[in-house]
């Protein structure tokens, strides 16, 4: 549900053009929160899906905390880029820990999950490089270098 109301909050705030920084981070806060709830009850009720997958799951995790860290380093504060890459990471880590927790875990999807995730990862880490300055709402690289070509 929180995915879902995140969805059309964003959407939302968009068309009615009442975006500003602020609800771009307290939005990525919410995602946040809402992951890790998910992840905590996957560690609850799929624990031994979790300890197969510990190494994996710790391995997938370091790209972040490593943007994490770069972000604080940069802007002192975490990105809210919000990529389009992002969003179907979100969505697909939404699809596998519904599955996992109403169904059971998937690892096609678990694996597909990983592999989009590190994928918005990179992208995010490259985005921190490309902006001297924190913005937010970034589409992906494609659209920064689409822009500038106009611009030129």
Known sequence: MSYTTDAIDGYLARKLNITSSRGSQLDSIGDQITFTVGLI???RFETDFITTNLVLIIIAFMPYIIQMLIA?????????????LAKASAVLQ???ILWA?????EYLLFYIMIGVGFLETAEEIILIFMHKNW??????IYWIYRNRKKQQ
């Not at 604080?72 to 389009?84: D, Q, R, S, V």
């Open 135 to 140: 913005v937010s709402d970034v589409k992906g």
């Open 72 to 84: 604080y380093l940069k802007y002192g504060k975490a990105t809210a880029f919000h990529t389009y």
């Open 101 to 105: 927790l109403f169904i059971n875990p």
């Open 94 to 96: 939404s699809v596998f």
């Open 41 to 43: 009850g996957l560690f």
